[in-house]
């Protein structure tokens, strides 16, 4: 099946407002029209895509011929324009109808339409109506009308090429839309799944509320970390890159920096990256004895440079000894640096277990850490 997408844009859309029809105006940094042919273009069922333009417009959407999109002039009225479009598509099989004026189309509703059009003459999404109607005259509600049965309309609206221009060639007068054309000539239309999202602009409030679906979604990721490292000899131990005086030190690969070990791993994990030892492999001899904030530095820059920001950072770090309070600003302070946050989205605390388990005899120390991501 060939199946070709028409979008009808000639219309003037006056209760929009501007010095230009609402779908040549900017919506999030693009025009509203190329959103709307965005949810198309992409797509792999589409083979074709004509737009009906208003003559007046050809300056504004001449652009398009360069993606491959066939321009139509259209007509006096929406029929019209939509009997021009139809004329460029009758080597196609199906036909999706679609307002450039619904720049939020998602490709559910897309597919709704296409997979339904696999079993009757057309397919059109709607959304149920939810809330009491009225009835009245612009100042008094005149009566009330039952909402049972009743779908509010969307595109795109789909057919067979030859069923649907046979419909229009035979239709004559005013119509609601495509849906209401196929129905005059018997053909049965099936209601696909609408969304809420999927809204028509058509006052200048509407730019606000297509705005909002429009805009990307912000991605947040969290991360944990886990590490510990057994006490040794030395006279010191390095904890979130601050020297620490202790009658031990802390064993490991590198400096054995179990606080700054941790925090690295939350934001490995919060990138779905691995940890320290997929990207240090203790078993290079370069790692030895390196300082920990290699690290760090690594996995804050790769957060980077995959679009993320490090929000905040939590550790806590598990020991008897040594006492971390009176260091705790330096090692927030050093983390913050490194990562290149404020000290203030850093927070570095400890707390003991009590005597139990190996912290608690005085064989090391544990670390817990969660990182927070955001890319905006």
């Not at 491959?68 to 006096?76: E, H, K, S, Y």
């Not at 997929?278 to 760090?296: C, E, N, R, Y």
């Not at 905040?312 to 598990?318: K, M, Q």
Request: charged fraction near 20%; proline fraction near 5%.
């Amino acid at each position: 099946m060939t199946l070709a997408v028409l979008i009808v844009a000639a219309g003037r859309g006056t209760r929009a407002g501007g010095a230009t029809a609402k779908q040549w105006q900017p919506l999030c940094g693009r025009r509203v029209i190329d959103h709307t042919l965005a949810a198309f273009t992409g797509h792999p069922a589409v083979n074709r895509i004509v737009v009906v333009i208003h003559p007046d417009d050809r300056a504004q959407a001449i652009s398009l011929e360069t993606l491959g999109i066939t321009l139509v002039t259209g007509g006096a009225d929406r029929a019209a324009s939509v009997r021009n479009g139809l004329a460029a598509v009758q080597d196609c099989d199906s036909v999706l109808i679609h307002d450039a004026a619904r720049p939020c189309v998602s490709r559910a509703v897309i597919d709704g339409v296409i997979n339904a059009l696999a079993h009757n003459d057309g397919a059109a999404p709607g959304l149920a109506v939810s809330d009491a109607l009225w009835l009245g005259d612009g100042a008094q509600v005149t009566g009330t009308q039952d909402r049972e049965g009743l779908f509010a309309a969307q595109t795109p609206q789909g057919f067979g090429v030859a069923s649907i221009t046979a419909a229009h060639d035979r239709y004559d007068g005013p119509a609601a839309d495509d849906v209401a054309v196929a129905r005059a000539v018997g053909m049965r239309i099936a209601i696909t799944a609408g969304s809420a999202d999927n809204l028509k602009i058509t006052t200048a409030a509407d730019f606000a509320r297509a705005a909002r679906t429009l805009e990307p979604k912000m991605d947040i990721r969290t991360g944990n970390g886990f590490d510990v490292h057994a006490f040794g000899p030395g006279d010191h131990v390095m904890l979130c890159g601050v020297k620490v005086p202790h009658p031990q030190g802390l064993v490991g690969h590198s400096d054995a920096d179990v606080g700054m070990h941790t925090v690295t791993d939350a934001i490995y994990g919060a990138l779905a990256k691995g940890d320290i030892g997929q990207h240090f492999p203790p078993t290079d001899p370069q790692w030895k004895g390196a300082a920990s904030d290699i690290f760090l530095r690594h996995a804050a820059g790769l957060a980077r440079d995959m679009g993320f920001e490090v929000s905040n950072v939590d550790c806590t770090l598990i020991c008897e000894t040594p006492k971390i309070g009176p260091h705790a600003g330096d090692m927030q302070a050093t983390l913050a640096d490194i990562i290149g946050i404020d000290p203030d989205r850093v927070s570095v605390k400890a707390t003991t277990s009590e005597r139990l388990g190996f912290t608690g005899r005085g064989e090391g120390i544990a670390c817990l850490a969660t990182a927070t991501l955001v890319k905006p």
